[in-house]
């Protein structure tokens, strides 16, 4: 068995890939998942129609934003939404 001894270099270089590692993580679950979503993209990920979700903006059971004539839904909302339904 052989004995390898680290150096504070070797931790310092292992510091920076490690950080690095982690930094490319946290980007790419970011960019994975949008917060706002448009109707769109609400209908697609829902599998619903336009009148479905129109119901559920109408009683309250998914909340919304509108700006400038467009409708955004958080995906949180959307997530606890499918979690408070099973």
Do not use: H, P
Request: proline share 0%.
């Amino acid at each position: 068995m052989a004995i390898s001894i680290i150096t504070k270099e070797d931790l310092q270089q292992f510091k920076i890939e490690l950080l690095e590692a982690i930094r490319e993580i946290l980007q790419t679950k970011t960019t994975e998942q949008k917060l706002w979503l448009r109707t769109s993209e609400v209908k697609k990920l829902l599998n619903i129609s336009s009148g479905t979700l129109q119901n559920l903006r109408i009683n309250g059971t998914l909340s919304y934003m509108k700006i400038g004539g467009i409708l955004y839904y958080n995906y949180k909302d959307i997530e606890k939404l499918l979690t408070d339904s099973k």
